[in-house]
């Protein structure tokens, strides 16, 4: 039984490894689309990544769509420092043949949504959620569609990357997170307390490498490109892998642990903008709303990334 999926994404070299492990993944998971938003780098280069990467899986099948070229109230802010400006240097990519649909990415999530049956497709949000957020403030009954919204963002006790108090995704646009957090969906949240325990280590870039298909190349050199600047900031054998957590987490679940809190998110505060405050220990009253995932099987993580990256073209 496959699972329905729609990937919201800002590519991003972490992003393109996720989005490789789901279009890798055929028979578990039903990839109905890659919608891009602006995150890492702009809406164009995101965009553009997004095709680049349906053209090196050979998932012609997949269409892509733009949706928000800037977040709902802030401006936009991007993190070429860690991406380079393409978004997803380290490999030199060929030219783009997978055209870009001409509907935008929010009208075009919300008509997957509607024509879905009750819960039939999982959201996986790999950056801001601009678009998600803009979706169900459109039309509040596509929520009617979502299964579930696996996102990469926010930290507990890791803190912030962006801040020492926000996550990159949830900093870029906390007003649609707060949406999405007050929704009442099911949310699931892959956080930076996670995904710095999944680190892309030197040995498990070169078994990358070493698969030997025009995948792995392009994998290989843009996790070394990415390893940069987060092995300079914090002294680590390699960059955290975020993005692929999540998709990973669809494809085996027994991976992963953690447990159903509070999350509420900071819209107001100047120093505290766009953190996750998670009452982990339950100190307040406030409802549990989103189950936070803190523990994962690296080793098991690295495996399913490699076993299926291998798969591809
Ligand atoms: O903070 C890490 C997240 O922000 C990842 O999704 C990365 O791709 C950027 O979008
Ligand atoms: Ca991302």
Redo the contacts with the bound molecule.
């Keep these: 039984m496959t699972q329905a999926i729609i990937i919201d994404?800002?590519?991003?070299?972490?992003?393109a490894l996720a989005i490789l492990l789901a279009l890798a993944a055929p028979k578990v998971l039903d990839v109905r689309a890659i919608v891009a938003v602006a995150?890492?780098v702009p809406l164009p280069l995101t965009q553009l990544n997004a095709r680049r990467l349906v053209d090196l899986s050979g998932r012609r099948d997949v269409p892509v769509y733009a949706g928000c070229a800037a977040p709902m109230e802030r401006p936009l802010i991007t993190?070429e420092n860690?991406?380079g400006h393409t978004g997803v240097d380290g490999y030199d990519w060929p030219d783009t043949q997978t055209p870009l649909q001409d509907q935008g990415g929010v009208d075009f999530l919300i008509e997957a949504l509607l024509a879905a049956g009750e819960r039939e497709i999982t959201l996986c949000t790999?950056?801001?959620l601009t678009n998600i957020a803009m979706a169900l403030l459109k039309e509040p009954r596509c929520a009617r569609g979502i299964n579930e919204i696996v996102m990469?963002?926010g930290g507990c006790f890791e803190g912030g990357?962006?801040t020492p108090a926000a996550?990159?995704?949830i900093l870029?646009d906390p007003h649609a997170a707060d949406i999405v957090f007050k929704s009442s969906l099911s949310l699931t949240l892959i956080p930076?307390d996670l995904?710095h325990k999944a680190l892309a280590t030197p040995a498990r870039i070169d078994r990358i490498a070493a698969l030997g298909n025009e995948t792995g190349k392009a994998c290989a050199g843009m996790l070394r490109y990415f390893n940069r600047h987060d092995v300079e900031k914090y002294g680590s054998e390699g960059a955290?892998l975020?993005?692929p957590c999540v998709i990973a987490y669809l494809m085996q679940p027994d991976m992963f642990g953690g447990k159903t809190v509070n999350v509420e998110i900071e819209t107001a505060s100047p120093l505290t903008m766009g953190m996750t405050v998670m009452d982990w220990w339950r100190v307040t009253d406030r409802a549990p709303n989103c189950t936070v995932m803190n523990t994962i099987d690296a080793d098991g993580y690295f495996d399913l990334l490699s076993d299926h990256l291998a798969r591809l073209p």
């Excluded at 994404?9 to 992003?15: A, E, I, L, N, V």
């Design positions: 994404t800002d590519p991003g070299q972490d992003d995150g890492n993190a860690v991406h790999l950056g801001p990469m963002g990357n962006t996550e990159f995704n870029v930076l995904t955290p975020h993005d």
